[in-house]
């Protein structure tokens, strides 16, 4: 079974607006964490975001924030005033802390920033 | 530098041949990781390691090995490299105490022929 879901392949936003990137997960642990990466056309993976299973408050990196649901299981990903250089795909991924921490991604939204 | 650091950054092999990718980091962390990336999908992990003498497997590992050969470095071989092989790779560590952050490296893009 997907322990992680990302329900949109391809969206597109206009730059300045915010847009809300879905991710649903599926576990039956009381401790994990969800993160959120960028991969940019060049490949690499950059760090956006973090929420532990624990924390009671939704996390916010500049202009990320994570909506955390804890009983839906889901953490979308809100960007705010979009930019330009936004268009990337976005990976939701989970640790899973009773199997060494492993992460398991979901198959990542392709986003547009159209000016 | 980069904290984590993977060469080389391109290949390309034949069907049939042995490479290693390596892969170093300077975050003095225990745990190291291998993923896999195939065009469209998300990163799927090939070996860990929490220390120099602890290698387990992850859910692809069929057609891999690994080496741990300090703390600070992990090399992913394939034996007998396949087309179905080409991907990218990344390498990754996390401490083993914290939010558990990960670092990836800059990817390693294969391609088999």
């Known amino acids: 079974a997907q322990k992680i879901t990302q329900t949109q392949p391809g969206m597109f936003v206009q730059e300045k607006e915010a847009v809300t990137l879905d991710c649903t997960y599926d576990?039956?642990?009381?401790?994990?964490?969800l993160f959120w990466y960028k991969q940019p056309s060049s490949g690499e993976m950059i760090f956006l975001i973090y929420?532990?299973?624990?924390?009671?408050q939704n996390a916010t990196e500049g202009r990320y924030s994570l909506n955390f649901q804890k009983a839906r299981k889901s953490a979308n990903l809100v960007i705010s005033a979009s930019q330009l250089g936004d268009s990337a795909m976005y990976f939701c991924?989970?640790?899973?802390?009773?199997?060494?921490?492993?992460?398991?991604f979901g198959q990542g939204t392709e986003l547009s920033v159209k000016p | 530098d980069a904290d984590v650091t993977q060469t080389p950054r391109n290949r390309i092999t034949k069907t049939g041949k042995r490479i290693m990718l390596e892969c170093s980091q300077t975050?003095?962390?225990?745990?190291m990781y291998w993923y896999r990336q195939d065009p469209g999908l998300g990163l799927r992990l090939i070996y860990y390691?929490?220390?120099?003498?602890?290698?387990n497997k992850g859910e692809i590992s069929d057609g891999y090995s690994v080496s741990r050969q300090a703390q600070a470095k992990f090399s992913l071989s394939l034996e007998s490299a396949i087309p179905n092989q080409t991907a990218l790779y990344f390498c990754?560590?996390?401490?083993?105490?914290?939010?558990?952050?990960?670092?990836f490296g800059s990817g390693t893009r294969l391609t088999v022929v």
């Open positions: 990754a560590t996390r401490p083993g105490t914290g939010n558990y952050g990960y670092t």
């Open positions: 576990t039956s642990d009381q401790s994990y964490g």
């Open positions: 929420q532990g299973s624990y924390d009671e």
């Open positions: 991924a989970m640790r899973e802390d009773r199997h060494w921490g492993k992460l398991i």
């Open positions: 975050k003095g962390h225990d745990r």
């Open positions: 390691s929490f220390d120099v003498k602890d290698i």
